[in-house]
């Protein structure tokens, strides 16, 4: 008979944060070894990462950003150089040394910005589910969302932001699951939502990507229809040596709609050394 697989306890997780510029960057942190800092999506807050947050501490000392604006952490304003800039401080002010960079969505585009600009601070990056530049129908549907959500609220756009994050099917099969999610999206800082749209809607630092210099791993989920698979196919063809995987199945979290496939998808990058 097989051996049971024994279960590993929970790693504690706490509350930190240090002041950069005057504000305040909050993360929660859990686990030892290489670090590796998790970035957000727009749509869903750093609570996106609570089914991997675990898994990833078994092995590394796992940092779960709130990006400025968002959660705990004060707002720098809506360019994403200076997020960019912020968040590279911080990552000092943390003590973390090459940590690994992990971004979903709006965080991904934060990540590889952080590394554009601050060349040497990360060993690794992993992109899941962004892009170098939107094309017009994305720039479009950020204009779009953002001009409905300051005419009528967010709770206008809740429908829309929850297609973005998850496909018919995945909202249809895990009803409890989405309305969490519907609720953290309406949590979201206003101001932060209408400036984030803006920066995303002019994003484009195709002609950068060669400059990138760390190793990178490129996910998508192939149902991700915010930021599409063609869009995950440009950034890894631009980023010298860059790898690329499509998780069958997920859309735009797909740490959140599949754990144990998206840690699977990044096992063995992260434990490279």
């Not at 943390?94 to 990540?111: H, K, S």
Request: charged share 20%; net charge negative; glycine share 8%.
């Amino acid at each position: 008979m097989q051996a049971p697989v024994p279960t590993l306890p929970d790693v504690d997780f706490r509350e930190a944060s240090v002041t950069v510029g005057g504000k305040r960057l909050s993360a929660r942190i859990g686990g030892s070894g290489t670090p590796i800092v998790l970035f957000h999506s727009l749509l869903a807050d750093s609570s996106s990462f609570d089914r991997i947050a675990q898994p990833l501490a078994q092995t590394h000392q796992v940092v779960v950003l709130d990006l400025p604006g968002f959660g705990a952490s004060e707002s720098v304003g809506s360019s994403l150089d200076a997020i960019a800039d912020h968040i590279a401080l911080g990552i000092a002010a943390f003590g973390l040394e090459q940590p690994i960079l992990l971004g979903n969505g709006y965080g991904g585009f934060i990540v590889l910005l952080t590394a554009m600009r601050h060349p040497g601070l990360a060993s690794r990056l992993v992109l899941a589910d962004c892009g170098a530049a939107f094309p017009e129908p994305g720039r479009a549907a950020f204009r779009g969302m953002s001009a409905a959500a300051k005419e009528k609220g967010l709770d206008a756009i809740a429908d829309v932001a929850m297609r973005r994050l998850f496909s018919a099917q995945f909202q249809q099969q895990n009803p409890q699951l989405v309305e969490e999610r519907r609720k953290r999206f309406l949590a979201v800082d206003a101001a932060t939502f209408h400036g984030a749209c803006d920066a995303l809607a002019t994003l484009d630092i195709r002609a950068a990507l060669r400059t990138v210099a760390a190793p990178v791993l490129v996910l998508v989920g192939e149902q991700d229809e915010a930021t599409p698979p063609p869009m995950a196919r440009e950034l890894a063809a631009g980023v010298p040596g860059a790898r690329l995987e499509v998780l069958a199945g997920c859309a735009h979290v797909p740490q959140l709609q599949a754990p144990e496939a998206f840690m699977k998808a990044i096992r063995h990058f992260i434990d490279e050394t």
